[in-house]
């Protein structure tokens, strides 16, 4: 059972980087769009029926790894708390962002807190690209600072796809444009990651790392592509591909020092028979919400924030 929520623990920090990745990289876009005061309230409207659901999956990840592995989670987190420190700092000033900008009707007020949502969303960008780097070699070491940078470069991507499969007009436009201006640079960063990743892990390159790591940049590809034909959703798609190989690829690199740090058996047989049958509910609920609002936001759409 070790291999199976090991796969778990993979699969729910990745499904974070594919859903909330786009909420971040929207939150960047707002830097981008500056006194545009209609786009910039599009873009809030369309990251937020999703934000909060989205975020679910991290404090997944982490509950998970905490039962499952515990001696993993503890170096890890030990070793890493100052980047968990930045991300929560994050968070916290992305979610503020969101829940404060429409509290008072100033134009000053809004825009303000809608900088900080972009600040916000930079910063908890950087620190999940620190943790999966920081986790293969350390924190700070090249390898992870080039893991920060190409994180907020594929969540810039992916908030890019997002907003012009969720959007109309100008703003759907001016993201168009933004994703094909920025693919042929993620590409370059995926690239160059996933040739120094046998150089960063102490045990070299494992074979099941070589999937995620050359999945992530033919996915950018295919988004770049997608993206100067009009093709939205494929270009979203692959956005979300790239995103979710990031943490597979660094998992893949540690496995072995998360396996030495499982649970004794009966500890994971207890918590698989309370646990396991939730997940099929995580991924249904995040179903329904997506079909809820399958459409492009219009005038009529009803705004959250």
């Not at 982490?62 to 499952?68: F, R, S």
């Not at 962002?97 to 949502?117: D, H, L, S, V, Y």
Request: aromatic letters at 10%.
């Amino acid at each position: 059972m070790e291999l199976v929520w090991l796969t778990v623990v993979g699969l729910l920090l990745a499904g974070w980087y594919a859903l909330d990745g786009f909420a971040l990289g929207a939150g960047m876009f707002l830097v981008v769009l500056c006194g545009d005061v209609r786009s910039r309230r599009q873009v809030v409207a369309a990251v937020g029926p999703f934000f909060l659901a989205n975020e679910v999956w991290l404090i997944a990840f982490a509950g998970v790894l905490a039962v499952t592995f515990p001696d993993a989670e503890a170096g890890l987190f030990t070793a890493l708390y100052p980047v968990i420190v930045l991300m929560v700092a994050g968070w916290i000033v992305r979610d503020l962002g969101m829940w404060f900008r429409a509290r008072r009707p100033e134009p000053g007020w809004r825009q303000g807190w809608e900088t900080a949502q972009a600040g916000g969303s930079v910063l908890f960008a950087v620190g999940a690209g620190l943790f999966v780097g920081g986790a293969v070699q350390s924190v700070l070491s090249p390898y992870a600072v080039l893991s920060a940078l190409t994180t907020v470069a594929v969540f810039g991507l992916h908030g890019a796809a997002f907003l012009a499969l969720r959007t109309t007009g100008e703003l759907r436009e001016r993201a168009r444009r933004t994703g094909r201006r920025l693919a042929p640079a993620v590409l370059a960063l995926l690239v160059v990651l996933a040739a120094a990743a046998p150089l960063a892990s102490a045990t070299g390159l494992a074979p099941l790392a070589l999937v995620p790591a050359f999945a992530a940049p033919l996915a950018v590809a295919a988004a770049w592509w997608a993206l100067r034909r009009g093709h939205d959703g494929v270009a979203f798609a692959g956005t979300a591909v790239a995103s979710a190989c990031l943490p597979l690829a660094a998992g893949a690199l540690m496995a072995g020092r998360l396996l030495d740090g499982a649970a004794g058996e009966s500890t994971i047989d207890r918590f698989t028979t309370m646990a396991l049958p939730i997940l099929p509910f995580l991924l249904a609920a995040q179903a329904v919400l997506w079909w809820v609002h399958r459409h492009r936001l219009s005038d009529r759409s009803v705004t959250f924030f």
